[in-house]
């Protein structure tokens, strides 16, 4: 019934499933797991902690609890321990993807650029059609001096990313991070011209103003969300 509840996302039922659960087994950790679950939803993320580390400790053995508890780290900005979490996840469950996008994401917020391409870089075949993912490996590979890789994502976003406002976004913005200034405004007045809401706008593109703008404009969105797959 709860976990019905949860899935048709009706918080409030599922959550007095959940509670029933534990009034008749209080050492039921998955009550506790699904309870963590239905706090992330809310972006309760210290209520989410507590409940999912009781769960840990009564359900050891279910990466999945640490795999959550990674994430509200996460999503909390703690990414130290996030990465030590979702590491501990990957070692025991080699093929977890969500595990692996999101420690690589972490080292790259971590300024670890060479470790997260070692960890990215297996993902190629299956996310390589992902522009957010290719942008993320293709930060890690220029941080870390990887050449051959970041013109090999470069030739992957071209192929994969034409008209994507977003693809042109970050086109622009791999542009500006080599000073390519003339290209790195074409590819912006692109992502403006497919979709004027996009957060960068309004800038000008015909002063000095402009490019000073554009340049201050590259380093914002590196925010979470921006790379979340859902």
């Known amino acids: 019934m709860g976990q ?15 509670r029933q659960v534990l009034s008749v087994d209080p050492r039921a950790g998955s009550a506790y ?36 508890i990674g994430l509200v780290e996460y999503r909390r900005g703690n990414y ?20 692996r996008y999101l420690l690589g994401l972490c080292e790259v917020f971590t300024k670890k650029y060479a470790e997260a391409v070692t960890v990215l870089e297996p993902l190629w075949a299956e996310k390589s059609n992902n522009v957010l993912y290719l942008y993320l490996l293709d930060i890690a ?11 090999k994502i470069l030739s992957r976003m071209t192929t994969v990313g034409q008209g994507i406002a977003e693809f042109h976004l970050i086109l622009g913005k791999a542009h500006l991070n080599r000073q ?7 590819e912006l007045e692109q992502a403006a011209t497919l979709n004027p809401n996009l957060p960068f706008v309004p800038w000008r593109t015909t002063t000095t103003n402009s490019v000073r703008s554009t340049r201050a404009w590259a380093g914002m969105g590196m925010r979470r969300e921006r790379f979340e797959m859902r």
């Open 4 to 18: 019905t509840a949860l899935q048709a996302g009706d918080l409030e039922a599922a959550e007095a499933a959940f």
């Open 33 to 68: 797991a699904n309870l963590g679950v239905i706090a992330m939803r809310r972006k309760e993320w210290d209520r989410a902690i507590v409940l999912l580390r009781k769960a840990e400790k009564l359900e050891p053995k279910i990466t999945g609890i640490r795999l959550n």
């Open 80 to 99: 130290a321990a996030a990465i030590a979490l979702f590491s501990s996840v990957l070692r025991e469950q080699p093929d977890s993807q969500q595990a």
């Open 141 to 151: 590979a220029q941080e870390s001096g990887q050449k051959e890789l970041d013109e």
């Open 180 to 186: 390519e200034t003339d290209a790195a405004i074409s």
